[in-house]
């Protein structure tokens, strides 16, 4: 055979060497590249269990505060901590956490996630779909571009409730109930969502109201034990107790003059009402409308109340199994890469600064970046669209859709029916999906490359200003060099609404000499309202550890036509290191300003 015809026919070949190429690729760059925070504080605490703290656990993380989740999370961090511990890489809560910690950290759960890959693939094929189909199955989960975010790029860790969780299904499709409930009984230790799939699956196959009753009890066994265990405890009480992420399922719903009626309560009651009444027979059918249901109860949860990005993971395998039963399967591929553009639009402008391009503070790159990747360019800022609202309801209205049209009658007749002729969906959907939020990423990142480090920061504003800065007065902010150099300086100003013809001179004073080494007037016609302005200037030479003054006057300005400074809070300035001097009188905030030089010495 031809060259030509064989790379022909591995480019069309379903689940060949270039989709694992190409999963490794994506998988490998963003493993080393993201990582959001929280992963960092709940693995290191759970170095406490090392240390002899046991039942005494959550009483003693208060002082470095608290924990909201049940032990088992907790439990499996400890384990995978010993060789941490052993070679002294981190010994204590609050020791300081190397990346080659926080890598360690996030290969467990990405095993986990790995492992759920496999269990996906046995779920489809103890389900009917045969060896081959259910391969692809597996393959599918691992490569859903919103999976793939919550393991490879979010990097937490709710691939432990989905491993068990999916344990359960497996074991439900085998008819061993006591398992499939025991199992789901242990992914609730994890994250409260199974037992909302739990309960429709239950009542779909039992309608003997003590087996019921029997086995709604088994699911409650590893959380019965661990609560008793832990009740004694006040803060297992206070922050497992208190998580109010929890009761977001409760926020979406009608409001009367006595009470607010949860939409997705009353709902999920009536999807597993209409479970327990509707009568299956043959296995398919099992199969089809149990996927089915889950589906239902997928979409309440993340279609019609509040959501963390990595909590969608627990939908991920009930949308794959979905679409490989439907005769539609090309479309939904499709489908699920409009969910991923949603999605990133709506995280990328809810969560500013944390859950976007921030992500590569905690990556191979977080060092080298020096906190500069928010600094010229944002994710929110290249796709510019900014209504939450209409943001959230395009990703409600794609999985509602994804969820309608995965009704039984829209199925195949036959589970085993082949998908290979749209495999190439399967490889567009990966590729375009991830790379929705991993290009704009590396655009952010290489301009942030380009751009100077920041080496000073005084934080957000709280609406005060110094008032109009007329001809006469004069503001500054006090700052001690910690780099060579200073190459570029931002104001955060405020217009009034208007356009300013008045000029604005920036002065830097070397304070241990007097010394004026830069002064550079500019125009404020083009300064935009209420945001942070350049001031361009020429490189200024620094000595680290001197104190230099940034001072703001402006020959010209009156009332009506001036700009103002915008301040931080009251006591946020550091006494004799960074502090505003407003009309000669030393201040205890900050000037809202960013100094940017080389790297910090």
Not at 54 to 71: A, E
Not at 86 to 91: D, F, S, V, Y
Not at 172 to 198: C, D, E, M, Q, V
């Amino acid at each position: 055979m031809p060259k030509s015809e064989k790379m022909k026919l591995l480019s069309t070949k379903p689940l060949s060497i270039i989709d694992w190429i190409i999963f490794s690729f994506f998988a490998i760059l963003c493993y080393l590249s993201f990582q959001q925070g929280d992963i960092i504080y709940t693995a290191s605490s759970s170095i406490t269990y090392l240390q002899g703290h046991i039942l005494d656990f959550y009483d003693y993380n208060v002082q470095f505060g608290g924990n909201n989740y049940m032990p088992s999370t907790y439990i499996l961090f400890a384990i995978w901590n010993i060789p941490v511990k052993l070679l002294g890489l981190k010994e204590f809560v609050s020791s300081p956490t190397s990346l080659t910690v926080i890598m360690w950290y996030k290969l467990l759960p990405t095993l986990f996630y790995m492992a759920s890959g496999y269990l996906v693939y046995k779920i489809a094929q103890t389900v009917g779909m045969g060896d081959h189909k259910a391969k692809l199955c597996g393959y599918a989960f691992l490569a859903m571009p919103i999976g793939f975010f919550s393991q490879f790029i979010f990097g937490q860790y709710d691939s432990f409730t989905l491993f068990f969780m999916l344990l359960g299904v497996l074991f439900f499709y085998k008819k061993k109930w006591f398992r499939f409930a025991i199992f789901f009984g242990i992914s609730l230790t994890f994250k409260y969502f199974p037992l909302l799939i739990f309960i429709p699956l239950l009542l779909m196959v039992e309608k003997r109201i003590w087996h019921i009753i029997k086995y709604c009890c088994v699911v409650m066994i590893p959380m019965a034990l661990v609560v008793l265990v832990y009740f004694p405890s006040h803060a297992f009480k206070a922050g497992v107790g208190g998580f109010g992420a929890v009761g977001y399922v409760f926020q979406v719903g009608f409001s009367t003059p006595y009470f607010a009626q949860s939409l997705v309560v009353v709902a999920w009651l009536a999807i597993a009402a209409f479970a327990y009444f509707h009568e299956l027979s043959e296995n398919d059918d099992i199969v089809k409308w149990s996927i089915y249901f889950a589906n239902l109860v997928t979409f309440l949860i993340f279609g019609m109340s509040m959501w963390h990005p990595q909590w969608l993971l627990l939908g991920v395998p009930f949308w794959v199994l979905g679409t490989f039963l439907t005769k539609k399967f090309d479309i939904f591929m499709i489908l699920e890469v409009a969910m991923m553009l949603f999605f990133v639009l709506f995280t990328t402008n809810f969560w500013i600064n944390h859950v976007d391009q921030a992500l590569f503070n905690f990556g191979v790159f977080g060092e080298m970046l020096g906190g500069r990747i928010s600094d010229q360019q944002t994710i929110r800022g290249i796709y510019r669209i900014h209504n939450l609202n209409i943001l959230y309801s395009l990703f409600s209205g794609a999985l509602l859709v994804s969820t309608v049209f995965k009704h039984p009658k829209l199925m195949v007749d036959k589970i085993s029916e082949s998908v290979d002729h749209f495999w190439g969906w399967a490889r567009f959907r990966i590729i375009a999906g991830i790379s929705i939020f991993v290009v704009p990423a590396f655009i952010c990142f290489f301009i942030a490359m380009s751009s100077p480090y920041v080496l000073f920061d005084s934080g957000a504003a709280n609406d005060g200003n110094v008032g109009e800065l007329v001809a006469g007065r004069e503001v500054s902010q006090t700052i001690t060099a910690v780099s060579d150099s200073i190459l570029q300086v931002e104001v955060l100003t405020g217009t009034y609404a208007r356009t300013n013809d008045a000029d604005l001179t920036l002065d830097i004073i070397n304070l241990s000499t007097n010394e004026t080494i830069e002064s550079v007037t500019v125009d404020t016609s083009t300064f935009v309202d209420n945001s942070y302005n350049e001031i361009d200037i020429d490189p200024v030479t620094t000595e680290p550890g001197q104190k230099y003054a940034l001072v703001f006057s402006s020959d010209n300005a009156t009332e009506g036509d001036s700009i103002t400074i915008y301040q931080t809070p009251e006591e946020t300035a550091s006494e004799g290191v960074y502090y505003a001097t407003v009309d000669d009188d030393d201040t205890d905030y900050n000037l809202c300003v960013k100094v940017f030089g080389d790297k910090a010495s």
